[in-house]
């Protein structure tokens, strides 16, 4: 059961891209991107193990563009990424990089996150 639900949450991941990089190449490009910047914290399940992990980030950004910093239970560093209407993706630039994709709503942020090759799901709150 665990390698069936592993694999269905990597399907998941794989198809939530291409729709994002379609939905980016589609007529409704001229949607204004929501706005992500500020404060976040993420509550990550873990991959390797049960239970749940905190993360934070603050972003700015700059029209479709985010950049800003990451900080999890083991590593920080610098993150980047970009909006597309109310999709998101963002990736830290840390000793072993995450990788965040989701939907935005209002304050609120989910989908999943991978990291070697493996996905779990997330959700962000805006805290400022």
């Known amino acids: 059961m665990g390698r069936f639900r592993s694999l269905a949450v990597a399907v998941l991941f794989l198809v939530s891209s291409l729709c994002?990089?379609?939905m980016a190449q589609g007529p409704e490009q001229q949607g204004r991107p929501d706005n992500v910047a500020g404060n976040w914290t993420i509550y990550a399940n873990n991959i390797d193990k049960?239970?749940?992990s905190l993360k934070t980030v603050q972003i700015t950004q700059n029209g479709s563009i985010l950049t800003g910093r990451f900080k999890g239970p083991h590593q920080s560093g610098k993150l980047?990424?970009?909006?597309h209407?109310?999709?998101v993706e963002f990736s830290t630039?840390?000793?072993e990089v995450l990788?965040?994709?989701g939907q935005i709503q209002g304050d609120t942020m989910s989908g999943l996150y991978g990291i070697r090759g493996r996905?779990?799901?997330w959700h962000a709150q805006r805290t400022n």
């Open 50 to 52: 049960a239970g749940s």
């Open 85 to 87: 209407v109310h999709h």
């Open 80 to 83: 980047q990424g970009w909006v």
């Open 20 to 22: 994002v990089l379609s």
């Open 99 to 101: 990788t965040f994709r």
């Open 119 to 121: 996905h779990a799901e």
């Open 93 to 95: 630039d840390t000793r």
